[in-house]
């Protein structure tokens, strides 16, 4: 069973800190990684989308894959209290697979 | 328009009835997903078309549930015989399909509760 593991949270860091955020998934043969932000009681808005190893850079968010180690991370510069939301990570499986896999969530705090 | 769009926004039903929602994607998008979400719990995969014919409903938990998507824009969910575990927010995504990347994006949602 395809599995993405998460650490829950909360993970708090002050205003203007870096926030990073980690993932681990189980299936070898998954091609595309995905970094979800869901904020209470809305639907999940994609942020970041990463396909091959290495870092992927748009504005304050990083995305970083690890095929090998079977890792992908989400750094977000200069936090901000708006960053507050739980964030998901979701992997599609092998070639022809679209489905998502989410992990459960990890849950950011950023305190002023 | 310009996002998914999902009707009701929320449902309550009463156990044993049958409910439909109803997910309309971007326009364009050939690629539609639903997941249901439960508190505290990441979405999870339920079904997903590719224009008009589900190419994967490996995630409907057992026959009550059913999607179509009969002219390959709008979907329906269906789900007869309700019971108070169905109870979630069922999510739809769409996505420009083969070769975009699988970009899904969300809708908002239909909070279903079965009493």
């Known amino acids: 069973q395809k599995e993405v593991e998460q650490n829950s949270g909360p993970l708090s860091v002050p205003e203007g800190a870096i926030a990073s955020l980690n993932c681990t998934y189980s299936?070898?043969?998954?091609?595309?990684f995905f970094w979800y932000r869901q904020y209470s009681g809305k639907s999940p808005e994609l942020i970041m989308s990463?396909?091959?190893?290495g870092d992927k850079e748009d504005g304050r968010f990083t995305a970083q894959l690890n095929k090998a180690s079977q890792y992908v991370s989400l750094l977000i510069r200069d936090s901000q209290p708006s960053d507050s939301a739980t964030y998901l990570c979701?992997?599609?499986?092998?070639?022809?697979?679209?489905?998502?896999?989410f992990g459960k969530g990890t849950k950011l705090s950023v305190i002023p | 328009g310009a996002g998914v769009s999902q009707t009701p926004s929320n449902k309550v039903t009463e156990k044993g009835k049958y409910v439909e929602l109803r997910c309309d994607p971007i326009s364009g998008h050939t690629a539609l997903y639903w997941y249901r979400q439960s508190l505290g719990q990441g979405p999870e995969f339920l079904i997903y078309f590719q224009g008009t014919g589900a190419a994967d409903d490996s995630g409907l938990p057992n026959d009550r549930f059913f999607a179509v998507r009969p002219e390959g824009s709008v979907s329906t969910l269906k789900i007869q015989r309700t019971e108070r575990g169905d109870s979630a927010v069922y999510l739809c995504a769409s996505s420009g399909g083969l070769g975009s990347g699988n970009e899904q994006f969300f809708g908002p949602g239909t909070r279903l509760t079965v009493l």
């Open positions: 299936d070898r043969g998954s091609q595309s």
């Open positions: 990463i396909y091959s190893n």
């Open positions: 979701a992997v599609t499986g092998g070639a022809g697979s679209y489905q998502l896999t």
